[in-house]
């Protein structure tokens, strides 16, 4: 018979399963022995003695570890572990993502073991949360990460505090000051996480790079880049080698290509452009009946495969759009010079050519490599003033190809492609790359006329390298797509749900009806203060476009093939299928799909990465436009929502901040209601939801957080 403990009548075999369970239950809690033996059912010295010989008894099994004087917890070995990766980080949690688990764990700051954003780690899941979620412990940071962090620089006598930019991190870095002396108070810098020593309060990091002193544009812009690890120049062996470069077209290379000079042949680009990847040739051949040809930069031409500057190309797989300038994928030397279909010049294209009736019927096409002569380079304005008069260099052609385009257009919607219009917003600079103005950017004809040829050569080329015919059969072909699967039926119902708040009606349905349904919508809130919130909602409702080599289709566009052909200066994945047309019409049957998909999944990835550098730099400027108008008052709808507060944005400059509930100078207390999704004033019954008219005075402003502060003016509209 087990010895029973005179208190509270518990044998010590019971007190050895409380204990365990007690361990079990809170994973992360320390406990001391006292603690233990009240718990457990016995405080005075014989239960305490008792509870001691249980406890070391579970340490020599390895079960519970001392993790300071006289106090214990459940040890990390008795849990399961897991390797994974910091996915998300806030100033008081992160969560690590581990492939094996289905949701990614939840850890508190206080068991991080010093873990930071993208480190690889050793976990243990310790527990589930009552909602599920799943939480766990840090026990080693096995792999730093290199990626930066971009913060501004306060000295003190003998060390260097970065506070990063980002609130991601929530704490300072720490650097020895005698280990860079030149480092100045002010400076903004590029700095990387190498140690963060158990016992210390801030991790240590090392310099890569002084970006300069913050506030200037240059700064402010390198920063941004380095913060998403972008780069923003070419190393001199990459300059070197495209400065070697042959420009040269000799006459062999012409004998060897389709000699289109002598078509009418233009490019249509924005004002301010410098590269020049795509023009348009316009030939009559009878009533009705055209040749055009969308004459792409044969920009695979000049680079190679596995040339120091097709690795620099495969690397960066994007050029980067900030609000003041781009950063190219490939040297100035390719991309403004050698590769740009700049006027009264010969160059050399990969072409799609296409013989097309006034009913849009495609009679005969033709893919391949070309040389050109463009004999006029047009601005979009100039480009619609010739649309819209009639008159002009090149009207025939202009306005010619311009009917095709429309046509092209509505047969494109009649098939369900979808016709999101958001307003993009456009910056005026000044001579120091500062905000003097804002305004929105307006699709018109001549942007439309260019988006339709391209749309066109980008599916038929798609089409054509998706199968190769035997014995009258078609046979998948390797190729790079890019696809857009049909939306979620979760994101739909929430958009549904979101629309109807406005009184607008959006129909459940399924597959290619959800587009119609879709367009009707949009068309009917075109105009109204509500347009922009739901259009970016109906957005958010969709699925990502990504590159692949399995292809789902373009929902979006309608189009059951498409891919990226038309901007090799620009994109890697339409280098990939210049390479990959090159190769099927040379008769080659097969290409290694899975190097190709390896390379799609890298560029979709630095694809999303240089889209939110852009929208970073946007904030940037709209942070540092609306500084000189701190304390004035403007008009603007409501555009998100949180528990504290709402986003606004203004009316005239589309610029928007944040207006907290707790800044709202009323007696009346203002909430948020999550499930009517709409912020009330309780005693006074206002409500404001998305769309809603409301007027703000600025209150902020953050250039290093990139973030604006609204005060809500309530009842003074």
């Known amino acids: 018979m087990a010895k029973r403990d005179k208190h509270r009548g518990r044998s010590r075999d019971e007190r050895v399963s409380f204990i365990v369970d007690m ?60 390797e994974g990766r910091v996915a998300s980080v806030t100033p008081g949690a992160l969560y690590v993502h581990v492939e094996a688990l289905e949701s990614d764990v939840f850890v508190s700051r206080r068991n991080a073991c010093g873990a930071l954003e993208d480190d690889k780690v050793r976990i243990v899941v310790a527990r589930r949360s009552r909602d599920g979620e799943l939480e766990g412990t840090i026990t080693e940071v096995m792999e730093r990460s290199r990626r930066p962090y971009v913060g501004t620089v306060e000295l003190s006598a003998n060390a260097i505090f970065v506070t990063p930019d980002s609130r991601r991190i929530g704490i300072d870095i720490y650097l020895p000051r005698k280990k860079y002396p030149d480092i100045e108070e002010g400076d903004k810098v590029s700095v990387r996480v190498v140690e963060w020593a158990e016992g210390e309060r801030l991790p240590e990091g090392e310099l890569i790079e002084r970006l300069g002193k913050a506030g200037e544009n240059d700064t402010e812009m390198h920063a941004i880049l380095a913060e998403f690890d972008l780069p923003y120049h ?36 924005p004002a ?139 047969e494109r919607f009649k098939h369900g492609a979808i016709a999101f219009a958001r307003d993009e917003v456009r910056f005026k600079l000044d001579e120091k790359g500062r905000p003097i103005g804002v305004y929105t950017k307006v699709q018109k004809e001549a942007n439309m006329l260019i988006e339709e040829f391209m749309l066109l050569a980008n599916r038929r080329v798609a089409e054509f390298c998706a199968h190769r015919i ?122 290694d799909k899975r190097q190709l998909e390896a390379l799609a999944v890298h560029s979709s990835e630095r694809e999303i990465v240089a889209s939110e550098a852009e929208r970073a730099s946007i904030k940037y400027k709209m942070a540092e436009f609306m500084k000189e108008h701190i304390g004035e008052e403007f008009d603007g709808v409501v555009s998100g929502m949180t528990e504290w507060g709402v986003y606004v944005e203004l009316n005239d400059t589309h610029v928007e901040g944040m207006a907290f509930l707790r800044d709202i100078d009323d007696e009346d207390y203002y909430y948020f209601d999550e499930a009517r999704y709409e912020v009330v004033g309780r005693s006074s019954g206002v409500r404001l939801t998305l769309g809603s008219e409301v007027r703000i005075r600025v209150k902020s402003v953050d250039l290093n957080r990139r973030t604006l502060d609204f005060k809500l003016l309530i009842n003074e509209r």
Request: proline fraction near 4%; charged fraction near 30%.
């Open 470 to 591: 035997v014995n009258g059969r078609k046979v998948p072909r390797p190729m790079v797509y890019r696809v857009h699967d049909e939306p979620s039926e979760d994101k739909l119902g929430r958009f549904r749900d979101f629309a109807l708040r406005f009184g607008h009606y959006f129909k459940a349905t399924k597959g290619r009806a959800v587009a119609k349904e879709m367009n009707k919508l949009l068309g009917s809130i075109a105009g109204k203060a509500e347009a922009n919130a739901i259009t970016t909602l109906a957005v958010r409702s969709m699925a990502k476009a990504t590159y692949t080599t399995d292809n789902i289709g373009h929902y979006g566009l309608a189009f059951p093939y498409y891919t990226h052909f038309t901007s090799p200066i620009r994109r890697y994945p339409d280098m990939m299928v210049h390479r990959l047309l090159a190769a099927y019409l040379a008769g080659d049957k097969q290409s």
């Open 234 to 269: 070419f190393e001199r062996d990459v300059l070197r080698a495209a400065e070697r470069i042959e420009g040269t077209i000799s006459k062999e290379e012409i004998a060897r290509r389709r000699d289109m000079r002598d078509r009418v042949t233009f490019t249509i680009d």
């Open 23 to 82: 361990f079990r239950e809170f994973p992360d809690n320390k406990f001391s022995l006292k603690h233990l033996a009240a718990a457990s059912g016995g405080a005075d010295r014989d239960g305490r003695n008792m509870t001691f010989a249980i406890v070391r008894q579970l340490i020599e099994e390895g079960y519970v570890e001392e993790v300071s004087r006289s106090k214990y917890r459940l040890s990390r070995h008795a849990l399961p572990s897991y």
């Open 272 to 410: 301010d452009a410098k590269d020049f990847d795509d023009a348009l040739s316009l030939t009559p051949l009878q009533e009705g009946v055209w040749e055009v040809g969308v004459h792409i930069a044969d920009v695979t031409h000049y680079v190679t495969p596995g040339s120091i500057i097709d690795n620099e190309a495969v690397e960066r797989a994007t050029s980067v759009y900030l609000v003041d300038r781009t950063v190219p994928m490939l040297p100035e030397r390719l991309c403004n010079e050698l590769c740009s279909l700049r006027p009264h010049e010969d160059k050399l294209c990969f072409s799609a050519v296409f013989i097309i009736n006034e009913n849009l019927d495609i009679l005969d096409e033709w893919f391949g490599r070309t040389v050109i002569h463009s004999d006029r380079r047009f601005a979009y304005e100039e480009a619609q003033e010739v649309i819209e008069s009639g008159k002009g260099d090149y009207a025939t052609e202009i306005t010619t190809l311009n009917r095709l385009a429309q046509g092209l257009r509505k």
